[in-house]
């Protein structure tokens, strides 16, 4: 399993980026991410950044292109920071526990993670050409199926991580947590449910 | 468990239609299903829809509203012969056979009738304030509750009925076929397997 970037180059910049550049765009994103805190992703317009930032607008726009490309940008550090982990980090997310650990360890990690950074995810995929086709996606689901396969699951384990991985969508765990009012602890608990029953099951 | 129209009035229509309306309405129904047939939902258009029923566009809104009124008296007509089948047909869909039997049932209809029925299902749900808040959705999920408890699951079946209905949402099934090419019996071996481990499981 390879490691997918969400932009090309996103994570450490352009290689030859000057310096004051690189202040430049650190101030930028730490403006939207206070944004965002203040008042949801929704909220983040280009022009409520430049002006939080006190640059114009000009190169806010010069820096991402887009408001879709702020959002993959900032998305993109959470989510590289979030890979490491359950692919090279420690266990029990990370290499070196049984297979079903890392999956139950990864539902909670992954409803965790919504819960801090759901809105961003979800703009990101409202602005993808299709929710099934964001990399970051692809990858979770290559990984629960590589666990899957780990454990001895021979019953169409690429099919079965499709299914698990519908299960942990951003939309859908916002939705249980905000509007129905589900505690995410209650989420993950279900989610270890299900994988011990899709793992250990008959 | 209540059934629950998905418009009030939408099937029988209004009690004292008259006869020529009820033909008008029938007719402007037939021409709407043949237009999604050739051409899919989402070329559905109210003025491409008077033109086929050779009426005017004036008539089909007085009639529906809107579009997405009549992509739901569409959907509601099916979806009520769906409901119907599995509320009140013969097993192992219908009451009468075990619970683990009737959701096995359940979702291979349920793949069938989205490959049928789904990009009017789609429409449906993205004309909708949200996806999880369809009365069809809601019914189907508690119905998969319901028969999880017939089978004694004890760990919370309300929460586990919401991710094994997560995994047959219409897009993600349509797109499984339509973008990724598998095959719809691949997708019901799937289901079959999924909640066979979770009502076996330890």
């Given amino acids: 399993m390879s490691f997918i970037p969400l932009l090309p180059g996103s994570l450490a910049g352009p290689p030859a980026e000057r310096s004051d550049a690189a202040r430049n765009r650190a101030r930028l994103l730490g403006a939207a991410r206070e944004l965002?805190?203040?008042?949801?992703?929704?909220?983040l317009t280009?022009?409520?950044l430049a002006e939080r930032a006190g640059v114009g607008k000009g190169t806010v726009f010069r820096r991402f292109g887009s408001r879709a490309g702020l959002m993959m940008t900032l998305l993109s550090d959470s989510e590289a920071a979030f890979q490491a982990r359950f692919m090279f980090?420690?266990?029990?997310?990370?290499?070196?526990?049984?297979?079903?650990?890392?999956?139950?360890?990864?539902g909670a990690e992954r409803v965790a993670y919504v819960m801090e950074h759901g809105d961003?995810?979800?703009?990101?995929?409202s602005s993808a050409h299709s929710r099934y086709e964001v990399p970051a996606v692809m990858l979770?689901?290559?990984?629960?199926?590589?666990?899957l396969r780990e454990e001895g699951m021979d019953a169409d384990p690429l099919l079965m991580a499709m299914s698990l991985t519908a299960t942990l969508d951003p939309d859908r765990l916002l939705?249980?947590?905000?509007?129905?009012?589900?505690?995410p602890e209650r989420l993950a608990d279900s989610w270890r449910e299900l994988v011990t029953r899709v793992v250990r099951g008959p």
């Fill in 120 to 125: 961003l995810a979800r703009a990101a995929e």
């Fill in 46 to 48: 280009m022009d409520r």
């Fill in 140 to 147: 979770w689901q290559r990984h629960v199926e590589h666990l």
């Fill in 36 to 43: 965002i805190a203040e008042c949801g992703a929704d909220a």
């Fill in 175 to 183: 939705h249980a947590v905000r509007v129905q009012g589900l505690a």
């Fill in 89 to 106: 980090g420690p266990p029990p997310l990370g290499p070196g526990a049984p297979g079903l650990e890392r999956l139950i360890a990864f």
